[in-house]
């Protein structure tokens, strides 16, 4: 059974860090393009990185040199290490594999 779960998120002042991971069962990470999207109140979710089955990596403009997708195949684990966070990346956080299934989200806020 596919499951992902994503953990991670939390308060964090701007400037601040995070990284989110999205832990993986049911299937084999490296075999597969992964993504991260975000949904904040009132908008549409949006897709912010991606990284394929070759390590090939994307992200948003509106994270680009900010926010890094990676992969541990050993674990079975994707990251989204999030560094100088600005009250607009708050936002709940959500894992997906190319299959189309989604984790449940992580709630990321970005605050003073």
Not at 64 to 87: C, E, H, W
Request: with cysteine; aromatic share 8%; charged share 15%.
């Amino acid at each position: 059974q596919v499951q992902l779960v994503e953990s991670g998120g939390g308060l964090v002042l701007p400037g601040g860090s995070l990284r989110l991971s999205c832990a993986a069962s049911g299937f084999t990470v490296s075999n597969y393009a992964m993504s991260w999207y975000r949904q904040a109140p009132g908008k549409e979710r949006e897709l912010i990185a991606l990284i394929s089955s070759r390590s090939t990596t994307n992200h948003a403009d509106s994270v680009k040199g900010r926010f890094t997708i990676s992969r541990d195949n050993a674990k079975n684990t994707v990251y989204l290490q999030m560094n100088s966070l600005q009250p607009e990346d708050t936002a709940v956080y959500y894992c997906k594999v190319s299959m189309g299934y989604w984790g449940r989200g992580t709630q990321v806020t970005v605050s003073s």
